[in-house]
């Protein structure tokens, strides 16, 4: 079974309008939880982090905001999207010292 | 070599050669990650290389580590076309919160 979930897939989106990710772990207790992002041909860019439920990190700020409402859920949101914010978004778990596993991501296009 | 403002480095060579992909980090450092991703798809960790140990194999993959010259180097023995795909290093501390990715490398293994 999947251990990372992400949804969805793919989006097209236009720009100023808003946005939600979601991001679910199954079968992992108190995993750290990550959000990357990357654009098309270039290299992944750590946006947030979370150790604990309710508990955020920033890494960079790109006009985006990230929740975590639940253990298993990360959520990466905004109320206006910038043509800037396409890309593949990834979502990544790993319990503290290990390695990130990543999901399979959603590509997000906005016009 | 992989990192900083450096463009995605690509590599074509046939299979059954050797390869090798360079990786310096900027900051201080006690984890080199190297994932490989597939077109489309989320990145997968391939071999974990910690500032304790100089050099780590996995199947035909062996990374090395030299804190001394804040290198990483990835190589692939007897490449097969399966190992197309691009490569990057990743840089943590013993937590691994933050991840920083290089650059990328574009590897091609022709029949």
């Known amino acids: 079974a999947q251990t990372i979930h992400q949804w969805p897939v793919a989006e097209i989106k236009a720009v100023g309008s808003p946005l939600s990710l979601g991001c679910t772990i199954k079968?992992?207790?108190?995993?750290?939880l990550y959000w990357y992002w990357q654009a098309t041909g270039g290299t992944l860019q750590q946006l947030f982090y979370?150790?604990?439920?309710?508990?955020v990190e920033s890494v960079v700020q790109l006009n985006l905001s990230a929740s975590r409402p639940k253990d298993d859920q990360f959520i990466l949101s905004t109320e206006k999207l910038l043509l800037s914010h396409s890309g593949f978004y990834l979502c990544?778990?790993?319990?503290?010292?290990?390695?990130?596993?990543f999901g399979e991501g959603t590509r997000l296009s906005v016009l | 070599s992989q990192w900083g403002e450096e463009n995605l480095q690509a590599l074509s060579i046939q299979e059954g050669e050797d390869v090798t992909m360079n990786c310096s980090y900027k900051?201080?450092?006690?984890?080199v990650h190297w994932y490989r991703q597939d077109s489309g798809r989320g990145p997968a960790l391939i071999i974990l290389?910690?500032?304790?140990?100089r050099e780590k194999r996995s199947g035909r993959l062996r990374a090395t580590l030299d804190t001394s010259s804040q290198s990483s180097s990835l190589s692939i023995t007897a490449a097969q076309c399966e190992d197309t795909a691009v490569y990057f290093c990743a840089s943590s501390d013993n937590m691994g919160y933050k991840l920083t990715f290089g650059t990328g490398t574009s590897l091609l293994v022709d029949p």
């Open positions: 290389i910690r500032s304790n140990e």
């Open positions: 990544a778990w790993s319990k503290t010292g290990e390695a990130p596993l």
């Open positions: 979370s150790i604990t439920v309710g508990q």
């Open positions: 900051t201080y450092t006690t984890v």
């Open positions: 079968g992992k207790s108190s995993p750290n």
